[in-house]
């Protein structure tokens, strides 16, 4: 789940937000309180110690399906003064994005085929487009040798078919 604590400079009494995500297993007050107590503990020069003042839960759970870690420190915003956060799985990779106060992360749109909707799904769609663009590649080196090397620009205009055919030979 993402949370965010509000936290006090004891010294100079500033207080400020900072956000985090934590494991779903955790008791967010618990955890903040801990957070702030080590933070405290291991005090580097120029630090001063913390106070915990506040604790918000942002989002309740983790989505099911992904696990979203945030990749921005700053909000981003755009021109039109929209709003967003990036996102990137941890387990398989996939990116999205948070708009706005929205709770869902929107899975970006290369992403956006119902398949990439689970890690799994995801993780085997990726490991085909792989095979794909490698065997693309191989079309293209076969061509080149067969073409000279000098319209491999025009490979999209012939049928797999003849390239099979081709590949035999
Ligand atoms: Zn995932």
Same mark, same amino acid.
């Given at each position: ?12 009494? @500033? ?7 934590? @494991? ?37 759970? @983790? ?63 990726? @490991? ?42």
């Amino acid at each position: 789940m993402e949370i965010r604590i509000k936290v006090k400079d004891i010294k100079t009494e @500033s207080v400020w937000w900072e956000n985090y995500n934590i @494991s779903d297993n955790e008791t967010p007050f618990q955890w903040a309180i801990e957070t702030v107590e080590k933070f405290n503990k291991t005090l580097k020069t120029g630090e001063n110690p913390r106070e915990l003042v506040d604790v918000e839960i942002i989002r309740e759970k @983790s989505d099911p399906f992904h696990d979203w870690k945030k990749e921005n420190l700053v909000t981003i915003v755009e021109k039109n003064g929209d709003f967003y956060d990036k996102y990137k799985c941890n387990n398989c990779g996939i990116t999205g994005k948070r708009y706005g106060l929205s709770q869902n992360i929107e899975r970006d749109r290369k992403y956006k085929a119902k398949i990439y909707e689970t890690c799994n799904g995801a993780r085997k769609q990726i @490991s085909i487009n792989k095979k794909r663009r490698e065997r693309k590649k191989d079309w293209i080196k076969v061509y080149m040798l067969i073409l000279g090397g000098k319209r491999w620009k025009s490979i999209r205009t012939y049928p797999l078919k003849r390239i099979k055919k081709i590949r035999r030979i």
